[in-house]
């Protein structure tokens, strides 16, 4: 072995090494996105690996080469109405503990998500912040989602609706946000 093989070794995390190394991969998987055909699909942050991915049953399915392409073109008359009403994205129920704060403020407050599903995630807590404010969550990523246990993430997201909580809890405020972006928080 060479000095920068060396180096590399000492250098690189042991997850890309294995990856890289022994063809093994530990699946980190993103946020599931849409393909240009409405399939919905995920791919791991690790190893750059696709699958597809079924919101109604929150399972990945098998791998596949590349998002499938959407090959057919949909014409519209200009006078045709587009729909109003979608259905809402399924939803996860849980009673995970969140931190939240406004994007690169100092303060973080501790709070409880509801649920979580495609379009994004809604939590309490005791603090209201700026309707269509970025803010930053850390949670464990549900296992049906990120494909790991026990994953805490950072994400990234816009405050989409605020309300006062109905109950008398200490979380005053009710807040959904949509999932902009997140990554993986390792504890090495």
Not at 25 to 49: D, I, K, M, T
Not at 101 to 113: A, V
Not at 168 to 188: E, G, P, R, V
Request: net charge positive.
């Amino acid at each position: 072995m060479s000095d920068w093989q060396g180096a590399l070794l000492i250098i690189m995390p042991q997850r890309l090494m294995d990856v890289l190394m022994l063809g093994r991969c530990s699946h980190e998987f993103s946020w599931p996105r849409r393909a240009a055909n409405g399939e919905y699909y995920q791919v791991c942050l690790v190893c750059a690996s696709a699958y597809q991915y079924d919101w109604k049953t929150m399972r990945r399915g098998n791998r596949v080469d590349e998002p499938a392409a959407d090959t057919t073109s949909v014409r519209r008359r200009s006078g045709q109405k587009q729909p109003t009403w979608m259905p809402r994205a399924r939803r996860l129920r849980s009673n995970l503990p969140v931190r939240y704060r406004g994007k690169n403020l100092h303060t973080w407050y501790e709070g409880i998500i509801q649920n979580i599903s495609q379009s994004g995630v809604l939590f309490h807590g005791p603090q209201q912040l700026p309707a269509n404010a970025l803010v930053e969550l850390i949670f464990e990523m549900p296992e049906e989602i990120s494909g790991q246990k026990n994953s805490s993430v950072l994400c990234q997201g816009r405050l989409i609706r605020i309300k006062d909580a109905l109950d008398n809890t200490d979380d005053a405020y009710a807040l959904a946000a949509s999932i902009l972006d997140y990554k993986f928080l390792h504890k090495d």
